[in-house]
């Protein structure tokens, strides 16, 4: 009786997909969201940067157009925001400078968990986010 070799199973090859993190800042009324802009990098070092210079271009700009820099990053800004009081952009500065707001954001991205900060101009009734997460921008 002739039979056959049983099959050889081999195990399926899984390939591991690289982590991919994203950001975004948003603009928000209470009722309404807009989104002025957002990325999608290799780390979360990546994210911390880019929302970081995004903070700091928001405050330095307060709805002026913005400064000429000497190196051009590979990702895009965000739109600018003109802001009515002075407190918004000052948190933004203090949250993007303040090195323990910084580790906060650093180890919330590393535990798995978004990144937020939101800012309020009360003037207007307007909060600005700034969020940073594991995933794509389809994954928050």
Same mark, same amino acid.
């Given at each position: 009786?002739?039979?056959?070799?049983?099959?050889?199973?081999?195990?399926?090859?899984?390939?591991?997909?690289?982590?991919?993190?994203?950001?975004?800042?948003?603009?928000?009324?209470?009722?309404?969201?807009?989104?002025?802009?957002?990325?999608?990098?290799?780390?979360?070092?990546?994210?911390?940067?880019?929302?970081?210079?995004?903070?700091?271009?928001?405050?330095?700009?307060?709805?002026?157009?913005?400064?000429?820099?000497?190196?051009?990053?590979?990702?895009?800004?965000?739109?600018?925001?003109?802001?009515?009081?002075?407190?918004?952009?000052?948190?933004?500065?203090?949250?993007? $400078?303040?090195?323990?707001?910084?580790?906060?954001?650093?180890?919330?991205?590393?535990?798995?968990?978004?990144?937020?900060? $939101?800012?309020?101009?009360?003037?207007?009734?307007?909060?600005? $986010?700034?969020?940073?997460?594991?995933?794509?921008?389809?994954?928050?």
């Amino acid at each position: 009786m002739n039979v056959a070799p049983a099959a050889r199973r081999t195990p399926p090859v899984r390939v591991a997909r690289a982590a991919v993190y994203a950001a975004e800042v948003t603009l928000s009324d209470g009722e309404r969201f807009a989104s002025l802009g957002g990325v999608v990098v290799r780390n979360r070092r990546l994210v911390l940067l880019w929302l970081r210079r995004q903070a700091l271009r928001l405050a330095r700009g307060h709805g002026l157009p913005p400064v000429a820099e000497s190196v051009t990053p590979p990702t895009r800004d965000v739109l600018p925001v003109r802001f009515h009081g002075a407190d918004a952009p000052e948190e933004l500065r203090r949250w993007a $400078t303040d090195g323990a707001h910084q580790d906060h954001a650093i180890r919330a991205l590393e535990a798995g968990f978004p990144a937020l900060f $939101t800012v309020l101009d009360p003037a207007v009734g307007l909060s600005l $986010t700034l969020a940073g997460w594991r995933g794509h921008p389809a994954d928050r």
